[in-house]
Every structure is written in C-alpha cells, then in structure tokens.
C-alpha cells in the first residue's frame, strides 16, 4: 500500500479539522500577532473600533450563509445597503423608528424580488442577484440624486456611535442577531427545510418541502439584515453616500461565511464560524492598514483567503 494512501485519512482529518475549527485558529493567530507587533492594539478604543467595524459585514454575512446554505448566492446585498442609505435622509424627519422600518420595507422587498426570480422562474441566484447588484445601486443614486447628504439627527446618529452599558449599538444588533440566525438554523422547521434544501433539493421536493417558500424566504432575510447594515452603517457615518456605502460588501459577506465552514454546496449552516469569519476579515484588513500596507493589498489578502477556504471545502467534499 502506498505512503499517499496511507496518509489519505489523516489528510482528510486535517481538511475537515481546517473547515470546521481553522478560521477560530486564525482569529487567535492574528489576535496574538498584533499583540506582539501592533503598537496600542490592546486599547479597548482599538477593540471596539474593530468590532464596530467588523459589526456590519457580520450582519450581512448571517444572511449570505443563510443564502448559501440553501445552495445559492446573493450578490445585491451592496446595493441594497446603498438603497437603505439613499432612503434615511428622506424619512430622518418622521423619526429614526421610521428609517428602521422603510429600509426594512425596501431590504425584504428586494430580498423578495431576487427570491422569486430563483424559486419561481428558476433564474440561477448569481444572475438574479447581480441584477439587482447592477438595478438596485442605480436605484440608491436616483432616490438620492447622487448626492451625499450629511446628517444631524442626533437620535439617528447614536445608532452608530452610542452604545447600551459600555457596549456599542452595533456590536449589539450584531450579536442579537447572530443568536437569533442561530437560534432559527439549529431550533426551527423553517432552519431544517433550509438545511434540507441546500442538502438536495430534489429529494426535498419529492419530501413535500415547501422548498418555493424557503428559498424566498432567506433571501428575503438577506435583504433585510442587509438593509439592516446599511442603516447602521449611514448612522455611523453620519452621511447618506449611496455612491459607495456597501461597495464589494457581497464579496466581504461571502469570505466571512466561507472562511467560517458554510460550504457553498449548501445543505450546511455555520452561524459562529461566519461571525468569526466577520471578525477574521476585519482584524485581517485592521493588521495589514497598521502596518502601512494599502488597501489592496488587503483585497489580494481576501481574495487568496477565498481560494484556501473553496480549496479546503472542495478538498472536504471530494473525501
């Protein structure tokens, strides 16, 4: 017998230990790496800059790993940030509450649009969902003029900068709504079918899945947490900018819930592993700006991030 066919399990042990445990490790790594070589990295004005800033990309990833786990895509989710920031400036006055409820109108909408286009006219969810990446940024700039507008409302405003017994608002939703994503993959029937769904969707048709109803379902969700980032994200800004609130977000969700064990086969939901995937994208970017690197050495970052975690996943899948 061969040495590679004697080493195969052990390889297949350490692929399956990396897709479930590797983007936990890599958290740790890096944590450890800028406590070592990053000046004033152990601040808590540091740490919470990082987690207000990994907050919205966690928010939106919840809902691309719903997506993927369901075998699909959701390439709008940029542009229906950008649609909820174009919005905020002309409902402000009618109060924050109702910002929060259009924008969550518009994302569900939206999310609704894709998943009719992927359940009922059966359109592959990469092409449904980059028209409305393309549509729905054309959209923002109409209902804005294409115009960046700055905002005073003070109420508003603290949704990105205030924060509930020390903890800031953001990480706040964030983490409410990772328990909830949890909570709805692991304890309801909705979370099984979804489950079911990105398993085989054949075999759950034949099941009597309402499979249709699932699949509009978590797009629609998709589209609200995004709509729900977008909101916090102008808040936190203090400017509506629909020109680039949201630009290449899909591709930042779409790391964090690969590098966090979601297979993009589907039939499998990591609602941790995609929180850390979250946090492991912004402590990669936050490392590599501390040490004057520029930004795109961070997306090249990212991009051979994406090729290790598919190569892994593919490596899992083939064993």
Request: net charge positive; hydrophobic share 55%.
């Amino acid at each position: 017998m061969s040495t590679a066919t004697l080493t195969r399990p052990d390889r297949a042990r350490v692929t399956s230990w990396l897709q479930n445990y590797g983007v936990y490790l890599a958290v740790v790594v890096l944590l450890l790496f800028n406590i070592a070589f990053t000046q004033n990295f152990l601040s808590a004005a540091n740490f919470r800059t990082q987690l207000v800033q990994a907050a919205p990309v966690c928010i939106v990833a919840l809902g691309m790993a719903l997506v993927i786990g369901t075998e699909g895509i959701d390439l709008s989710v940029g542009s229906v940030m950008s649609v909820a920031a174009a919005l905020v400036p002309l409902y402000l006055g009618a109060g924050p509450l109702m910002v929060i409820v259009v924008a969550l109108v518009a994302g569900v909408a939206s999310g609704l649009f894709s998943g009719f286009l992927v359940a009922q006219l059966g359109i592959q969810p990469i092409i449904a969902t980059l028209a409305l990446l393309v549509g729905g940024r054309g959209l923002a700039l109409v209902i804005a003029h294409g115009q960046l507008v700055q905002l005073h409302n003070p109420d508003f405003l603290a949704l990105g900068t205030g924060d509930v017994l020390g903890v800031p608002i953001m990480v706040l939703v964030a983490a409410v709504l990772s328990v909830l994503a949890g909570l709805l993959v692991r304890r309801t029937t909705f979370g099984r079918h979804l489950v079911a769904v990105g398993g085989n969707r054949p075999a759950a048709t034949l099941a009597g899945l309402p499979v249709k109803r699932v699949l509009i379902g978590v797009y629609a969700m998709s589209g609200a947490l995004a709509a729900i980032a977008g909101v916090l994200s102008t808040a936190r800004l203090a400017a509506s900018d629909p020109n680039d609130l949201g630009l290449l977000m899909e591709l930042s969700a779409i790391t964090a819930v690969v590098v966090g064990g979601t297979p993009l086969t589907g039939g499998r939901v990591r609602v941790l592993g995609t929180v850390f995937g979250a946090l492991l994208m912004q402590l990669v970017h936050a490392t590599l700006i501390k040490h004057n690197l520029p930004d795109s050495a961070a997306q090249m970052v990212q991009a051979a991030i994406i090729v290790a975690a598919v190569y892994v996943a593919r490596e899992r899948s083939t064993r």
